[in-house]
């Protein structure tokens, strides 16, 4: 027997949740860009995006976050420290492969330092994930061996049913059961069907990519040169992916207060490495690009056992030049060998 | 009763002419507002609109943008590419809804003390009755809480 | 670690009455950064800099704020006591409390509240100020003088006896300017031309001074030391290196009947002419406006007269020059007001109405009358003479608001004349006061009352009409509130003095400021009344304010002075504000080369270590670069920037408030 | 022949003969409606160009790739009137020489491509009209003429709830010709004139600087729009912009290569309405 949560009874469980402290996050079209951002009811959502613009990522690791409060003085500088606050949440309406970044995430958010911004924010949520019914020609899940039903990274698991009417729930961790434990009565125990999953076919294989880069001569391959001669080296995939996790620190203020802020930095900007000598180790668009490739599909998988890319496809989807891992990953299974 | 509202005005002024046209006031002793301050340049081809942008980040409710009248400039030219910077300044902040009363330019000569205190005390008046430049304020504050979820 | 001293100055009660000095000291004191911070009733007396240098050295201070009064009045002042206490003089900032604060407000509380951020805003400034070293220019040692009056004659005169190489600019035919039109001239009643004439053959003989009369400035470019001026030198049809000045041509020359300028309408010249007999140079020049030939394309009679081939040149063209020079005396003098806008006085419309300058050639012994003082209309000796003084000064709904300060003076020498050429001749002066201060003034005035019978009467003229064959002026004496009404042969008007018509556009175009009426403006009226607010740019005579000639010869050899000092030196020392480009963010875009006002920007190639080019940079040139910061501003990438006034300073000063 | 075949055919002689040694063009994308750009050094590669109604991006960004063009050899590009508007701000600015280009320049009309003749730069440095003739999208204008009927309250909302969207990702900046700075002003933090941080205030002061930057010098070319990943309507205010200089100093950015920047330049007689 299987739990189900019908569409018209989603507002009931949002006045629950809310009223248990939640504060509930889904994907909602707004201006013209798809985010995840507060509702108050099911109308509010916008559910049926096959993702939105910006990724679920950007709850746990905002584009700009608050770190410490300074309060310059004559005799010393003081300093307060910001944490998000206590707010639980629930994020519904993940994709699998937003909910996936998230844990990919997770063991580099602690792996040497808990960074306590990222697991605070990670223990007081809830992902509830949906599975995807759609996708499009820039969905490549299957491609790193994910797929439009994969549970990692979600508390709960919905599946939409055939007759569109609500979903199937498929709790997965206790966090997610408790979750909708405490809306059961807003459920229904019935046999219903779920509609068939989207058809998201494998685009590349990564074992071979994984091989190829792992060889230490394909380095210093022509290979870089000729894929990246279109990437205008703007941030765009970096800042829309659900696993990018490079940041800067800033301190911003006037002469007496400011705040020190941690903020999204970017892989593909031509000052990331640069050095106070002028010298910049990745002086060319290659070469971050290539960095960017290699750190997905071999550093990271180095130290963490997992590659860093859940297969959304928003670095092609939203690139300006229609570049993206998808073109590169494809071209590397192509090599001759 | 609340107090009623200082704003807060924010001169960035060549040194050659206004200035010199507010030492001149000064020197005649003609009373004004004291609610500007003043940022001394070389000349009005050194203010940029950054620094009219920083200005408002720090909480002006009004800002003045003065210097020496066309074909007076010390610098002979200064002004003259000054005035097309803030025409175009003056568009592009209006477009994004900044409005055009406060941001306020003139032209003030080392002779023109008087002019430089009617200006003051009329901006003042001016932006007492626009009441403080709370939109631009408030994204000051929302930048300690945004993101913080 | 930045260790400022901020030295807060009550300038007596200047400050210290509506600034709370004692709370100002507390903040600033409690400041970031502030190492010491003290109160003293004048910081520019000699203790009080004493106590800003000890304090630079007890406390090895990396900068200074003086909050004070404007920077435009200590700065230098301040700057030299750091230098002396070993601080680098440009470490300084003068928080301006005094002009811009304490004078400005009554509120105690609120003009507190301003100094003190005045005072921080500075203070993070001076944080970021930079070590900077004056910059050595060259000096030419050539001085440009403008205007061929008494004012530039002698500042010419005096710089070339120090030795040092004149340029005289004059754009009348003749130098000599105003006072060769006058007769005698007060207190001492000494001629005019007497005086005068020698000074003018003494300039255009002098081995120093080139004296370009008929030529006019067109454009002034270049800074303290080093300007480069364009004179235009206008066509005169005649060669006076050629010319003997015989003065056959225009005795032959058809048109004899245009109103001479330099006799106010009251004589008559030819097409080619002199000025005046002592005119310097004593040649002649073509009105083309008003030649037979250049009108009808017939009479060249001048041509045919002249003994000396290709003398007088029809064709003859405006020429072009371009001078160095290191300074500029400006001593373009002035106008009289058109007399006109008082339409009741009559000028214009009866003969017998003229102004002062009419008188004056009226007395003058080479005037069209030889010096007699007869009625323009008839001939005739007037019996009776009505002045009336302020037609035009002191008048703000007609007239100019200022007294033109020679009026009441030559007004009473006028009398005078009047009563020495017509001893029996009645004469009544209508006057608001007599402003006689002077060496000898007041005694002269009261000499033409009490001596030569000049009748006095305080009041305004309200009408002056024809009845009878004589001019009624009907006023006012307001001492006895009676209305007067004389029957007088003549009336003369003491107009006002203006400055000249164009000097708007002229100061324009050399770049000196000027008031709301045209007079230039010195950089002050007190203290530096012969400089202008542009260095190297000096004023004399009445285009700066009406003067006497006393006053006008005194300011001429002042600035004569200024300019031999400046050019006592072979090098001179200009602030450092300059701009600098970082090289490696330049995108050589040229914006900058195009904004600069001074040409001071340059293409710089960068290369490698081949010596190959591997982009080019825009490069300052900091001996031409005047500081305007115009290219700053310009620059996207913020890859220039102007010592003094940097994006570090003005943010952090901006970042304080 | 079609236009497509026209241009592969004279790039791949362009190629084959050594007169460039590269042509910048469009090739088939990840989609049927999208392309991406194309980089042939061969004539044979010259055969993967693809030249139809969907070719809209503006390729004149990529004439700047460091290095591309210090070696002094010439390199043929596919350019839309934008994009040749472009290239004469770019060669105005000196950051071209238009010896270097040869433009294979086509218009679409209703869909419809027409090649463009000439194929130098000078050929096309006097088409001013043509250029000048460039008409902002009727969507667009309509949307500043929307914009410029609120009240400065409503626009300052409207701009917030763009702004706050923004990720400074920084696509605007490197997706445009015009932006070939060596280091942005962003990036500068010695002062941090722009708040590097994308919370609001930091995002309004970078797209203000970015537009102020721009304002005589956009050539409404849309990559910037194009380009922003959260659809921040970009180009509206660039074309407001070009409104201004156009209104106050009959300034059209892009008409020739011997323009003096609007902003670098003065004329004596600039109006002044707004000054006291």
Known sequence: MTRILLKNKLDDCIVTWRNAGYSVLAPVKRNEMGSFSEVQKASDMSLDLILPERTIKDRFFPQTEPMIRYKISKQQIDTETMTPPDTKSVCFGVRPCDAAGLEIDDPLFGWDYKDQYWFKRRNNSVIVTITCTASDDFCMCTSVKLSPESTKGSDVMLRPLSNGNGWQVETITERGKALFDSVSVHLSDEKAETAALAQVPVRFNVEQVMEWLANPTSFESQFWKDIALRCIGCGSCTFLCPTCHCFDIQDEGDTYNGIRRKNWDSCSFANFTMHTSGHNPRNTQSTRWRQRIMHKFNYYRGKFGVNSCSGCGRCTRQCPVDMGITETLQAISNLPR | MSEPFEPKIVAFVCTYCTYAGADLAGTSRLKYATNVRIVRLPCTGRISPLFILKALQKGADAVLVSGCHPGDCHFTAGNYHARRRWTVFRALLSFTGIPEERIRFSWISAAEGAKFAELINSITEDTRKLGPFTQYQELQTIIETQSTY | MAKIGVFVCHCGENIASMVDTGNLVRSLSDHPGVEVCNEYKYFCSDPGQETVKRAIREHNLTGVVVAACSPRMHEQTFRKACAEAGLNPYMLELANIREQCSWVHSNKEQATGKAIEITRSLVEKVKRNNELKPISVPVTRRALVIGGGIAGIQAALDIASAGREVVLVEREPSIGGHMSQLSETFPTLDCSQCILTPRMVEAIQHPNIRVLTYSEVEEVVGYIGNFTVKVRNKARYVDIDKCTGCGDCIQKCPQKKIPSEFECGLGNRSAIYTPFAQAVPNKPVIDRNRCTYFKNGKCKICQKTCQIEHCIDFDMQDTYEEIEVGAIVVATGFQIQDTSVYGEYGYGKYKDVITGLQFERLASASGPTAGKILRPSDGKEPETVVFIQCAGSRDPSKGVKYCSKICCMYTAKHAMLYAHKHHHGNSQIFYMDIRAAGKGYDEFTRRAIEEDGAGYVRGRVSKVFQENGKLIVRGVDTLLGKPVEVAADMVVLATAMVPQPDAKEFAKRIGIGYDEYGFFNEAHLKLRPVETATAGIYLCGACQSPKDIPDTVAQASASAAKVLGLFSREQLEREPVVAAVTESTCAGCWGCVMACPYNAIEKQDIKDRNGKVIKQVASVNPGLCQGCGTCVTFCRSNSIDLAGFTEKQIFAEVMAL | ?276
Not at chain 4, 2 to 12: D, K, L, N, T
Not at chain 4, 74 to 86: A, C, E, Q
Not at chain 4, 188 to 217: C, D, K, M
Not at chain 4, 250 to 258: I, K, L, N, Q, R
């Open chain 4, 1 to 276: 022949m079609g236009i497509q075949e026209q241009y592969r055919s004279e790039a791949a002689s362009l190629l084959s003969s050594g007169e460039v040694k590269l042509v910048i063009g469009f090739g088939a994308g990840s989609t049927a409606d999208r392309r991406r750009p194309l980089f042939a050094r061969t004539g044979e590669e010259a055969n993967r160009f693809v030249l139809d109604a969907s070719c809209i991006a503006n390729l004149s960004t990529y004439l700047l790739t460091e290095g591309l063009l210090s070696d002094g050899k010439k390199v043929g590009i596919f350019l839309k009137p934008d994009g040749i508007r472009s290239i004469n701000i770019l060669i105005a600015e000196a950051q071209l020489k238009p010896d270097q280009v040869v433009i294979l320049g086509y218009a679409i009309e209703n869909g419809q491509l027409t090649a463009l003749e000439g194929r130098s730069v000078a050929d096309f440095n006097g088409v001013n009209e043509k250029i000048r003739s460039l008409a902002l999208p009727p969507a667009v204008q309509q949307d500043i003429e929307r914009l410029e009927a609120m009240s400065p309250v409503e626009r300052f909302q409207f701009w917030q709830d763009q702004f706050s969207k923004c990720i400074k990702c920084y696509a605007c900046r490197q997706a445009c010709p015009m932006c070939y700075c060596r280091r942005c002003i962003v990036d500068v933090n010695q002062p941090q004139w722009v708040n590097t941080s994308s919370h609001t205030l930091g995002n309004f002061e970078w797209n203000i600087v970015r537009a102020f930057h721009l304002a005589g010098r956009c050539a409404a070319c849309g990559a910037c729009d194009r380009a922003c990943p959260v659809n921040i309507p970009l180009r509206l205010i660039n074309a407001r912009m070009g409104r201004e200089v156009r209104e106050a100093f009959d300034y059209f950015a892009g008409e020739s290569t011997d323009q003096k920047p609007v902003l670098a330049s003065f004329s004596k007689d600039d109006p002044e309405t707004f000054i006291l």
